[in-house]
């Protein structure tokens, strides 16, 4: 672990995140060491274990939550670009996701964590096509961190994401948001499988599930960004919130959606105008106050995540989960 903590000394150093009543402070906190987007990643199916009743599906910690999430919270503004509304909820995921392991990290060693997985049906292995060429199996903290360090990359990259007002995004921008919302699920899975244990002991169960439902409710339920068949290891948890269903309905269905306007990089397809039409249609008229599951400020000036007038907020920001 040693190794792990020598690499995380910057990004939340001596900040503090609050939810509501909630404050914690950071201990560790993660380097900016560039990593490439990688080609693809190896996922190893066993012999699952949801057989078996998971803690955190039980009653008692399945509905805690800090205030209410709410898919009008994600749901695109009228007159805000979709590219920059997707780009500023990820970036804002990513640095829920660091604070919340931030206060776990201690708990997910070389010892207890040998490798990255999601309970006994699913393990992770690395592939970034330049430290690692090959999908390598590593300990869990090692991934994490790998992990964290290639998003910060990517999210502070202007030429994948501007900052200026008005600056294009790249066309691959799309490839990139569903790559890294997928990888930053994968340690939502871990958390919840492996360090449920430490996150009741914590008192951190009301957090974990308000940035996780927001994180879901953004990057699956409306704009479908993440497969189906990456859920699979949080099922439980999202049918015990009445959110399988739609994701199960809208996948094919919606799911393309975002791809068929960030960009116009699609083909006109049969049916394109129709899907484009529902999508307009669906934005709320009045842009919603804060879609943090806390109904914090977004960024340091107060504002809206996305606007075509302010700029992104950057991960380096303090988070509030």
């Given at each position: 672990?040693?190794k792990?903590?020598s690499?995380?000394?910057?990004?939340?150093?001596?900040?503090?995140?609050?939810l509501?009543?909630?404050?914690y402070?950071?201990?560790?906190v993660?380097?900016?060491e560039?990593?490439r987007?990688?080609k693809?990643?190896?996922?190893?199916?066993?012999?699952?274990?949801?057989?078996?009743?998971?803690?955190?599906?039980?009653p008692?910690?399945?509905h805690?939550?800090?205030?209410?999430?709410?898919i009008?919270?994600?749901?695109?503004?009228?007159?805000?670009?979709l590219?920059?509304?997707?780009?500023?909820?990820?970036v804002?995921a990513?640095?829920?996701?660091?604070?919340l392991?931030?206060?776990?990290?201690?708990?997910?060693?070389?010892d207890?964590?040998?490798?990255?997985?999601?309970?006994?049906?699913f393990?992770?292995a690395?592939?970034?096509?330049?430290?690692?060429?090959?999908?390598?199996?590593?300990?869990a903290?090692?991934?994490?961190?790998?992990?964290?360090e290639?998003?910060e990359?990517?999210?502070?990259d202007p030429k994948?994401?501007?900052?200026?007002?008005?600056?294009?995004f790249?066309p691959d921008?799309?490839?990139?948001?569903?790559?890294?919302l997928?990888?930053l699920f994968?340690v939502?899975?871990?958390l919840?499988?492996?360090?449920?244990?430490?996150?009741?002991?914590?008192?951190m169960?009301?957090?974990l599930?308000?940035?996780?439902?927001?994180?879901?409710l953004?990057?699956v339920v409306?704009?479908?960004l993440?497969?189906?068949?990456?859920l699979?290891?949080?099922?439980?948890?999202?049918m015990?919130?009445?959110?399988w269903?739609k994701i199960v309905n809208?996948?094919?269905?919606?799911?393309?959606k975002a791809?068929?306007?960030?960009?116009?990089?699609?083909p006109?397809?049969?049916?394109?105008?129709?899907?484009?039409?529902r999508?307009?249609?669906?934005?709320t008229?009045?842009p919603?106050?804060?879609?943090s599951p806390?109904?914090?400020?977004?960024?340091r000036?107060?504002?809206?995540?996305?606007?075509?007038?302010?700029?992104?907020?950057s991960?380096?920001s303090?988070?509030?989960?």
């Amino acid at each position: 672990m040693s190794k792990i903590r020598s690499k995380v000394p910057a990004l939340l150093e001596g900040k503090t995140f609050s939810l509501d009543d909630t404050a914690y402070s950071e201990k560790e906190v993660y380097n900016k060491e560039t990593l490439r987007s990688p080609k693809r990643e190896e996922i190893w199916k066993g012999r699952s274990d949801r057989g078996r009743r998971f803690s955190f599906v039980k009653p008692k910690y399945v509905h805690q939550t800090i205030g209410a999430s709410s898919i009008e919270d994600v749901k695109l503004p009228h007159n805000v670009e979709l590219e920059e509304w997707l780009a500023n909820h990820t970036v804002e995921a990513f640095n829920q996701l660091v604070a919340l392991y931030g206060t776990l990290c201690d708990h997910c060693t070389e010892d207890t964590c040998p490798t990255m997985c999601a309970g006994a049906g699913f393990r992770y292995a690395w592939r970034d096509g330049v430290y690692y060429r090959k999908a390598t199996e590593l300990p869990a903290p090692d991934y994490i961190v790998t992990l964290f360090e290639w998003a910060e990359a990517k999210l502070t990259d202007p030429k994948l994401f501007p900052t200026k007002s008005g600056a294009k995004f790249h066309p691959d921008i799309l490839k990139e948001l569903k790559q890294i919302l997928k990888r930053l699920f994968r340690v939502y899975a871990h958390l919840y499988h492996s360090h449920f244990t430490e996150v009741r002991k914590e008192n951190m169960a009301a957090a974990l599930n308000s940035c996780f439902k927001y994180f879901i409710l953004f990057s699956v339920v409306e704009f479908n960004l993440i497969r189906v068949e990456e859920l699979e290891p949080m099922k439980d948890l999202l049918m015990a919130w009445k959110l399988w269903g739609k994701i199960v309905n809208r996948n094919g269905k919606e799911g393309k959606k975002a791809e068929m306007i960030v960009g116009n990089t699609s083909p006109r397809k049969k049916g394109h105008r129709r899907i484009r039409s529902r999508v307009n249609s669906s934005v709320t008229q009045s842009p919603p106050s804060s879609p943090s599951p806390s109904g914090g400020n977004r960024s340091r000036s107060g504002s809206r995540p996305a606007s075509r007038s302010g700029s992104r907020r950057s991960p380096n920001s303090s988070p509030s989960p």
